[in-house]
């Protein structure tokens, strides 16, 4: 407000203030509206998750339950063996954001660094892995994880999306791995560094901020992926949450309560990481989509 | 000195390299092109398969199915392309330039939907549509607009849009990011000069704050599509490609051909065309950075 003081406007300056302040009241309510919108949603899944009876959701899931039912989770957990699944989702997501990690980094550095041969024919090769979907290879890795006989293995979640994470990693690090001055390379060099401890020492701490976007990015997609453990996978032990929680939800059709209290149990370990990570969280996603 | 051979080393270096481009290549760019191969077979089992060139892509062109889930594929395209990159643009711009109390708590919450897994929203909004007691009946109620109540998920006139409206609640706040990342960007003293001249606020908007995210929006708009072209498992966790087919999508259906109707080659070439889509729009995206840098 106070900027339009020392300007010279046509407009007199209440009615200045006046169009100024009837903006801002017009922005707050599209935003408690927007507000609203968004976390109803939500609000109802804890509600119908902590009902007693199934009726009150069916004819109002908007109301809070009269009792708070937190047995319901112990239930759907048991039933929907969410903790194998919970176990599963975690493992994948761990050793497919370590493994395109590490190898991404290692590639990327053999690229920029290493200055290994053949550059530009493995930078078309990795691009091709970026604009291509993950349907274009469901089909094909069935086929062949099958005549592997990894199959129903957890080979079969972690290969493909590791492969696919390695391509992403190592591009979206290149730009980083070239920002470093040759200088400094070449002073480690000499400093009697070889080629591994030149990747921990110097390279590592430079990359960290595009490593923790990686991490981000990776761990989420794996988490929430769903094509590939449904067609990758029939055994109930490697399944992931969402394929579990979607066939938990099949397997209930009519005990709203529980699919609810399943779908807060699957929802809730990404709402509070998010909320604990925040920051890392957007900057991994933001930047992911201008690197990407 | 024999530290510079170690670093010159072709083999040492190629040990950096290689086991990520192998299990790249293994994993993911070989199967890729085997898909395409497979689209040319019928295979009728692990074992069996009979070359039939351009048929499955024939057969394709009349099958009624494909030309509905291509239609859904368009129609999501469509709108993810639209109204979340719209809403996410306007909220934004609000968070960015009206200094609101509560910006950092909005921008939290607003992103929230798009990290949540598709499945467990499909699950949560069955309340929101379920008939007669479901929230969005409840409030048209309120308002007195008790007439436009449908059966959501039950008609086949309205059930693409129900799951629709679904994914654009879940993406305008990724949306919304991207372009308070740019919006970070401009440079603040743009709107100073602009003031000095005389701009209100409308002029601002159109001449600094739009051109300045005019990449942006193209990138937003660009992985919205993309975004679009994954609706799978919020399809499956709500109406699962019905009633009667009317929200079929391609995946569901090359998955549906593939494995439970058993014909890999024709889920292939299904898949090659998601594939070619993808393909159209990814590559638009790098065109376009080349045009930025």
């Given at each position: 407000?106070?900027?339009?003081?020392?300007?010279?406007?046509?407009?007199?300056?209440?009615?200045?203030?006046?169009?100024?302040?009837?903006?801002?009241?017009?922005?707050?309510?599209?935003?408690?509206?927007?507000?609203?919108?968004?976390?109803?949603?939500?609000v109802s899944?804890i509600f119908?998750?902590l009902k007693?009876?199934?009726?009150s959701?069916?004819?109002?899931?908007f109301t809070p339950p009269h009792t708070w039912?937190?047995?319901?989770?112990?239930?759907?957990?048991?039933?929907?063996?969410?903790?194998?699944?919970?176990?599963?989702?975690?493992?994948?997501?761990?050793?497919?954001?370590?493994?395109?990690?590490?190898?991404?980094?290692?590639?990327?550095?053999?690229?920029?660094?290493?200055?290994?041969?053949?550059?530009?024919?493995?930078?078309?090769?990795?691009?091709?892995?970026?604009?291509?979907?993950?349907?274009?290879?469901?089909?094909?890795?069935?086929?062949?994880?099958?005549?592997?006989?990894?199959?129903?293995?957890?080979?079969?979640?972690?290969?493909?999306?590791?492969?696919?994470?390695?391509?992403?990693?190592?591009?979206?690090?290149?730009?980083?791995?070239?920002?470093?001055?040759?200088?400094?390379?070449?002073?480690?060099?000499?400093?009697?560094?070889?080629?591994?401890?030149?990747?921990?020492?110097?390279?590592?701490?430079?990359?960290?901020?595009?490593?923790?976007?990686?991490?981000?990015?990776?761990?989420?997609?794996?988490?929430?992926?769903?094509?590939?453990?449904?067609?990758?996978?029939?055994?109930?032990?490697?399944?992931?949450?969402?394929?579990?929680?979607?066939?938990?939800?099949?397997?209930?059709?009519?005990?709203?309560?529980?699919?609810?209290?399943?779908?807060?149990?699957?929802?809730?370990?990404?709402?509070?990481?998010?909320?604990?990570?925040?920051?890392?969280?957007?900057?991994?996603?933001?930047?992911?989509?201008?690197?990407? | 000195?024999?530290?510079?051979?170690?670093?010159?080393?072709?083999?040492?270096?190629?040990?950096?390299?290689?086991?990520?481009?192998?299990?790249?290549?293994?994993?993911?760019?070989?199967?890729?092109?085997?898909?395409?191969?497979?689209?040319?077979?019928?295979?009728?089992?692990?074992?069996?398969?009979?070359?039939?060139?351009?048929?499955?892509?024939?057969?394709?062109?009349?099958?009624?199915?494909?030309?509905?889930?291509?239609?859904?594929?368009?129609?999501?395209?469509?709108?993810?392309?639209?109204?979340?990159?719209?809403?996410?643009?306007?909220?934004?711009?609000?968070?960015?330039?009206?200094?609101?109390?509560?910006?950092?708590?909005?921008?939290?919450?607003?992103?929230?939907?798009?990290?949540?897994?598709?499945?467990?929203?499909?699950?949560?909004?069955?309340?929101?549509?379920?008939?007669?007691?479901?929230?969005?009946?409840?409030?048209?109620?309120?308002?007195?607009?008790?007439?436009?109540?449908?059966?959501?998920?039950?008609?086949?006139?309205?059930?693409?849009?129900?799951?629709?409206?679904?994914?654009?609640?879940?993406?305008?706040?990724?949306?919304?990011?991207?372009?308070?990342?740019?919006?970070?960007?401009?440079?603040?003293?743009?709107?100073?000069?602009?003031?000095?001249?005389?701009?209100?606020?409308?002029?601002?908007?159109?001449?600094?704050?739009?051109?300045?995210?005019?990449?942006?929006?193209?990138?937003?708009?660009?992985?919205?599509?993309?975004?679009?072209?994954?609706?799978?498992?919020?399809?499956?966790?709500?109406?699962?490609?019905?009633?009667?087919?009317?929200?079929?999508?391609?995946?569901?259906?090359?998955?549906?051909?593939?494995?439970?109707?058993?014909?890999?080659?024709?889920?292939?070439?299904?898949?090659?065309?998601?594939?070619?889509?993808?393909?159209?729009?990814?590559?638009?995206?790098?065109?376009?950075?080349?045009?930025?840098?």
């Amino acid at each position: 407000m106070d900027q339009y003081n020392t300007i010279s406007m046509a407009e007199p300056r209440s009615r200045r203030i006046q169009t100024k302040q009837w903006w801002k009241i017009l922005a707050y309510i599209f935003m408690v509206l927007l507000l609203i919108t968004t976390i109803t949603p939500f609000v109802s899944l804890i509600f119908a998750s902590l009902k007693g009876s199934i009726d009150s959701v069916v004819t109002n899931a908007f109301t809070p339950p009269h009792t708070w039912e937190w047995g319901n989770y112990i239930e759907a957990w048991v039933t929907g063996r969410f903790g194998i699944y919970f176990f599963n989702s975690l493992l994948v997501a761990v050793v497919v954001t370590s493994l395109g990690i590490i190898l991404g980094l290692l590639v990327a550095y053999s690229m920029v660094i290493l200055k290994v041969p053949f550059n530009p024919l493995w930078l078309i090769l990795f691009t091709m892995g970026l604009i291509l979907p993950e349907e274009a290879i469901i089909i094909p890795s069935y086929f062949n994880l099958h005549k592997l006989g990894l199959i129903n293995t957890y080979w079969a979640l972690i290969l493909p999306q590791a492969a696919l994470s390695v391509a992403f990693a190592a591009l979206f690090l290149r730009p980083s791995l070239l920002a470093i001055p040759g200088d400094l390379v070449d002073s480690a060099r000499i400093d009697g560094c070889n080629k591994l401890s030149l990747v921990g020492h110097v390279i590592f701490p430079l990359v960290k901020p595009a490593l923790s976007s990686l991490v981000v990015l990776f761990f989420l997609g794996t988490w929430n992926d769903f094509t590939i453990p449904l067609v990758l996978t029939f055994k109930d032990e490697l399944r992931t949450l969402p394929l579990g929680l979607y066939l938990f939800q099949t397997a209930h059709r009519v005990n709203v309560t529980l699919q609810a209290a399943g779908s807060v149990i699957v929802a809730l370990p990404v709402i509070v990481v998010y909320l604990l990570f925040q920051r890392t969280f957007i900057e991994g996603i933001t930047e992911g989509a201008i690197k990407g | 000195m024999n530290q510079e051979r170690n670093w010159r080393n072709l083999w040492g270096n190629s040990l950096y390299l290689l086991p990520g481009l192998m299990l790249y290549l293994l994993f993911f760019l070989i199967p890729a092109f085997q898909n395409m191969i497979f689209s040319f077979y019928r295979m009728d089992s692990l074992t069996k398969g009979v070359f039939v060139g351009l048929q499955n892509y024939q057969s394709m062109i009349s099958d009624q199915l494909f030309q509905s889930a291509l239609f859904h594929a368009l129609y999501f395209m469509v709108l993810y392309a639209t109204i979340p990159v719209l809403l996410g643009l306007i909220v934004a711009i609000i968070l960015a330039r009206a200094r609101l109390k509560g910006t950092t708590l909005l921008r939290c919450v607003f992103f929230l939907p798009y990290i949540v897994t598709a499945v467990a929203i499909g699950i949560t909004f069955q309340w929101v549509y379920s008939p007669n007691n479901g929230l969005l009946d409840t409030v048209l109620k309120f308002i007195g607009l008790g007439f436009l109540r449908k059966v959501w998920y039950g008609d086949e006139a309205t059930a693409i849009h129900a799951v629709g409206a679904i994914g654009v609640w879940m993406t305008f706040g990724y949306m919304m990011l991207i372009f308070l990342a740019g919006l970070q960007r401009t440079d603040e003293s743009l709107y100073e000069a602009a003031k000095v001249d005389g701009a209100n606020v409308w002029h601002q908007f159109i001449n600094i704050t739009i051109p300045s995210l005019k990449n942006d929006i193209t990138i937003a708009i660009i992985f919205n599509i993309i975004n679009g072209l994954r609706v799978f498992g919020l399809v499956m966790a709500t109406t699962r490609g019905g009633p009667g087919n009317s929200t079929l999508v391609m995946d569901q259906y090359a998955i549906q051909t593939a494995f439970s109707q058993g014909d890999l080659g024709y889920g292939a070439s299904l898949t090659v065309v998601i594939t070619l889509i993808t393909l159209i729009v990814s590559l638009l995206v790098m065109w376009i950075r080349r045009e930025e840098s």
